[in-house]
């Protein structure tokens, strides 16, 4: 691993480590944290070349597009969109794929622990089937149910990002 590779190691889990504490202490991730990380990934994917720099453009962008869909569905909350986005620019486009993935399931395992801690799984599994409902069918089945519906389940899901992001990056990522 080169200098840029243990900077870019070093900066992306110092961020993912500030965003996961203050999404558990505030239940917010701070934009000065979400866009310094855009840059500070797209940066140093820049120095080691151009293509590098679009592969953190394109896992950005697919980032987004999953950030942002989850977002307008009620299913995710804009500061939890947006580090996803910093996860794809220090990832790139196909590592981020498959860190999207192990996000996916551990904030399913957060949510399921969450419910459970609260002790009102049924009800969360209720409100998650009626969710999944109204995805499946385009909103023409199931209820509109947000983050701020009476009864949801909001779990800090930074910290599933933070997690997912940063074993992906030691597991399944040749560092720059």
């Known amino acids: 691993m080169g200098v ?10 110092a961020a993912m480590g500030i965003a996961a504490a203050a999404d558990l202490r505030y239940r917010r991730i701070p934009n000065w944290l979400t ?14 070349g151009l293509g590098p720099l679009l592969d953190g ?3 950005a962008g697919l980032a987004l597009a999953i950030g942002l869909l ?3 569905l009620g299913g995710f909350g804009g500061g939890d969109a947006k580090l996803l986005i910093v996860v794809g620019a220090f990832l790139g486009f196909e ?13 399913g395992l957060l949510g399921i622990f969450e419910a459970v801690r609260r002790r009102a799984i049924l009800p969360a599994a ?8 109204r995805w499946v069918s385009f909103g023409r089945k199931g209820e509109r149910r947000t983050l701020e519906s009476p009864g949801a389940v909001a779990v800090p899901y930074g910290l599933a990002i ?8 030691f597991w399944g990522v040749p560092v720059l």
């Open 57 to 59: 453009l394109a896992g």
């Open 95 to 107: 590592p981020t794929v498959g860190a999207l993935l192990l996000i996916g399931v551990l904030g």
């Open 4 to 13: 840029v590779g243990t900077a870019a190691t070093i900066v992306f889990v």
């Open 126 to 133: 209720y409100n998650a089937a009626g969710m999944m409902r």
């Open 35 to 48: 866009a310094g990380g855009l840059v500070a990934g797209l940066l140093l994917r820049g120095i080691t």
């Open 70 to 72: 989850l977002f307008v």
């Open 162 to 169: 933070a997690i997912g992001g940063v074993v992906w990056w």
